[in-house]
């Protein structure tokens, strides 16, 4: 098999165009490929770049072809994913279902380890049931919602599938979720999405396959402490029954605060930066006219990461979780408190588009404490909703820079259920956060036209961009329980689907064929 590189067609074109493009380019018309990856280049004319394997060896292709096409084209191997149970580890005990538990849970149980996972919230299926009543009518189910429940608080967002990370075990993720029902083409899309209509059947899927291996699942079932014997934990216990294991696996969430005072009762985490700020909207034909310069059906919607580090500002700003076409979500996990998350469906047709623009934060702004970060979260939260009475409180940015409350919206509606409330988003955070984020609301809007509109939505909370805490660890075992593996967003080792799940595959591969003596 070969690769073939820089394949550029325009947007408008369609799949024969591209197969046209490819015969010239190889001088071959006998042959089947498929897409490895798709990009799209919005710097002059806009095209769409792609790199193809093509069922053919370099041998095939004459002397003279491989010279002009030069570095794109070369031999490609496709690598897979293969672990072996080397510890002959018989069984483990994963608290939480998000991306990071249910990956590590999946590998463990092809490789024969008969997996228990505790969740303290519903199956997906009635999860979605809490849901819908908390943001139809505000009732809240503090122990099944967007942040707790099968298949964590991801399944509740965009199903963002973008790492930073190099690792080529990615590829082997993305497969899996393709395996569950996720689209083929989050395999070589440039910016993958699986949106949380479809990310809910692909997790119910995955668990249908780990049960097929032998795992269990016990849901609405929470982690209460540990039995420690001579630096190893000897079982776990929760509020049903008790569990012992050859391995323990934390795979929390970033919202799980009642556990983390927990595990800081055994001097097991340390507090960790983090970000906070809010929700900003936009009408999504506005933010594709800024990054294309047109409307088109045959362009994906559009999207944009930003950050802005100044260092005159005590905070750096970036935008997080961006939701084309989607919606502001109340994300809340405790009564009386309120934060905010984005979501988005797969095909991403929403009037508004959203992300988070958020300030990062330390000790100079929590305070100096293992959960010094966390009790922060929960002062802000508790002052957004009672700014609102529960309702989620809005303003326009530019009565936000100007720090009044709003009276009327202009074009852009907020997308927040069950409804909201004028105010003053100034009054939630300490002076230097805004001053941050008005400073770079102004910076932004110089490299997406309109991030600043004067009728662009914030909406407050946004708090729950990573974890406020760290479960040390090293070669993925907690420093002082031997036989615990803490892993994910809420231990503090990555943030998003992808960087979680990659977590848990890793770790599962450090239990399967790691030092036993670490």
Same mark, same amino acid.
């Given at each position: 098999?070969?690769?073939?590189?820089? !394949? %550029?067609?325009?947007?408008?074109?369609?799949?024969?165009?591209? &197969?046209?493009? +490819?015969?010239?380019?190889?001088?071959?018309?006998?042959?089947?490929?498929? +897409?490895? %990856?798709?990009?799209?280049?919005?710097?002059?004319?806009?095209?769409?770049?792609?790199?193809?394997?093509?069922?053919?060896?370099?041998?095939?292709?004459?002397?003279?072809?491989?010279?002009?096409?030069?570095?794109?084209?070369?031999?490609?191997?496709?690598?897979?994913?293969?672990?072996?149970?080397?510890?002959?580890?018989?069984?483990?005990? +994963?608290?939480?279902?998000?991306?990071?538990?249910?990956?590590?849970?999946?590998?463990?149980?092809? #490789?024969?380890?008969?997996?228990?996972? +505790?969740? &303290?919230?519903?199956?997906?299926? *009635?999860?979605?049931?809490?849901? /819908?009543?908390?943001?139809?009518?505000?009732?809240?189910?503090?122990?099944?919602?967007?942040? @707790?429940?099968?298949?964590?608080?991801?399944?509740?967002?965009?199903?963002?599938? $973008?790492?930073?990370?190099?690792?080529?075990?990615?590829?082997?993720?993305?497969?899996?979720?393709?395996?569950?029902?996720?689209?083929?083409?989050?395999?070589?899309?440039?910016?993958?999405?699986?949106?949380?209509?479809?990310?809910?059947?692909? !997790?119910?899927?995955?668990?249908?396959?780990?049960?097929?291996?032998?795992?269990?699942?016990?849901?609405?079932?929470?982690?209460?402490? @540990? *039995? !420690?014997?001579?630096?190893?934990?000897?079982?776990?216990?929760?509020?049903?029954?008790?569990? $012992?294991?050859?391995?323990?696996?934390?795979?929390?969430?970033?919202?799980?605060? /009642?556990? @983390?005072?927990?595990?800081?009762?055994?001097?097991?985490?340390?507090?960790?930066?983090?970000?906070?700020?809010?929700?900003? *909207?936009?009408?999504?034909? #506005?933010?594709?006219?800024?990054?294309?310069?047109?409307?088109?059906?045959?362009?994906?919607?559009?999207?944009?990461?930003? #950050?802005?580090?100044?260092?005159?500002?005590?905070?750096?700003?970036?935008?997080?979780?961006?939701?084309?076409?989607?919606?502001?979500?109340?994300?809340?996990?405790?009564?009386?408190?309120?934060?905010?998350?984005?979501?988005?469906?797969? /095909?991403?047709?929403?009037?508004?588009?959203?992300?988070?623009?958020?300030?990062?934060?330390?000790?100079?702004?929590?305070?100096?404490?293992?959960?010094?970060?966390?009790?922060?979260?929960? %002062?802000?939260?508790?002052?957004?909703?009672?700014?609102?009475?529960?309702?989620?409180?809005?303003? &326009?940015? =530019?009565?936000?820079?100007?720090?009044?409350?709003?009276?009327?919206?202009?074009?852009?509606?907020? $997308? @927040?259920?069950?409804?909201?409330?004028?105010?003053?988003?100034?009054?939630?955070?300490?002076?230097?956060?805004?001053?941050?984020?008005?400073?770079?609301?102004?910076?932004?809007?110089?490299?997406?036209?309109?991030?600043?509109?004067?009728?662009?939505?914030?909406?407050?909370?946004? $708090?729950?961009?990573?974890?406020?805490?760290?479960?040390?660890?090293?070669?993925?075992?907690?420093?002082?329980?031997?036989?615990?593996?803490?892993?994910?967003?809420?231990?503090?080792?990555?943030?998003?689907?992808?960087?979680?799940?990659?977590?848990?595959? =890793?770790?599962?591969?450090?239990?399967?064929?790691? /030092? =036993?003596?670490?």
């Amino acid at each position: 098999m070969i690769i073939l590189r820089n !394949i %550029k067609v325009p947007y408008d074109k369609d799949q024969s165009f591209l &197969r046209e493009k +490819i015969e010239k380019e190889i001088n071959k018309k006998d042959f089947s490929y498929k +897409i490895y %990856k798709k990009s799209l280049d919005a710097r002059k004319d806009l095209s769409f770049v792609y790199q193809v394997l093509i069922d053919l060896e370099l041998k095939d292709i004459d002397k003279k072809t491989q010279k002009r096409l030069k570095n794109n084209i070369a031999e490609f191997h496709e690598e897979k994913l293969n672990a072996k149970n080397k510890n002959n580890i018989k069984t483990a005990v +994963i608290v939480g279902t998000g991306p990071a538990g249910l990956f590590a849970a999946y590998l463990l149980s092809k #490789n024969g380890v008969k997996v228990t996972l +505790i969740e &303290r919230g519903k199956p997906v299926d *009635e999860r979605v049931k809490d849901i /819908d009543m908390l943001h139809e009518k505000g009732i809240l189910n503090e122990e099944s919602n967007v942040q @707790f429940g099968e298949g964590g608080a991801g399944t509740f967002s965009d199903g963002k599938l $973008t790492s930073r990370s190099k690792d080529k075990r990615v590829s082997q993720i993305f497969d899996i979720f393709v395996e569950n029902g996720a689209p083929e083409e989050i395999l070589y899309e440039q910016k993958p999405h699986i949106g949380t209509d479809i990310l809910r059947g692909v !997790i119910k899927n995955m668990r249908r396959e780990i049960e097929n291996y032998g795992g269990k699942y016990k849901f609405q079932e929470k982690f209460l402490d @540990f *039995e !420690i014997d001579n630096g190893k934990i000897k079982k776990i216990i929760t509020n049903k029954e008790s569990y $012992t294991a050859d391995a323990y696996i934390f795979a929390i969430g970033n919202s799980a605060r /009642d556990t @983390f005072v927990t595990l800081d009762k055994y001097s097991l985490i340390e507090d960790k930066p983090f970000a906070l700020g809010f929700r900003i *909207e936009h009408l999504r034909k #506005n933010i594709e006219l800024a990054q294309y310069g047109l409307l088109s059906e045959k362009l994906p919607a559009a999207s944009y990461q930003l #950050n802005v580090t100044d260092k005159d500002e005590e905070h750096s700003v970036y935008t997080f979780c961006m939701c084309p076409g989607g919606y502001v979500v109340n994300s809340s996990s405790i009564n009386n408190q309120l934060c905010v998350n984005g979501m988005s469906y797969h /095909d991403r047709d929403g009037k508004n588009s959203n992300s988070a623009v958020v300030a990062s934060v330390d000790e100079k702004i929590y305070g100096k404490g293992n959960l010094a970060g966390m009790d922060f979260q929960n %002062k802000i939260e508790k002052k957004a909703y009672e700014m609102g009475s529960g309702k989620a409180p809005v303003q &326009r940015v =530019k009565d936000y820079l100007e720090g009044k409350v709003t009276e009327e919206l202009g074009e852009v509606v907020p $997308t @927040f259920k069950p409804g909201y409330v004028f105010a003053d988003l100034n009054e939630i955070y300490p002076d230097s956060i805004n001053h941050a984020i008005k400073n770079a609301l102004k910076i932004m809007d110089k490299r997406v036209h309109g991030f600043a509109a004067d009728d662009a939505i914030l909406t407050g909370v946004e $708090t729950r961009t990573s974890s406020p805490i760290r479960i040390v660890r090293e070669n993925y075992r907690s420093k002082k329980l031997k036989n615990l593996y803490p892993i994910g967003e809420g231990a503090g080792y990555s943030g998003g689907i992808v960087s979680s799940a990659l977590d848990g595959i =890793k770790c599962a591969i450090e239990i399967l064929e790691g /030092d =036993k003596k670490c």
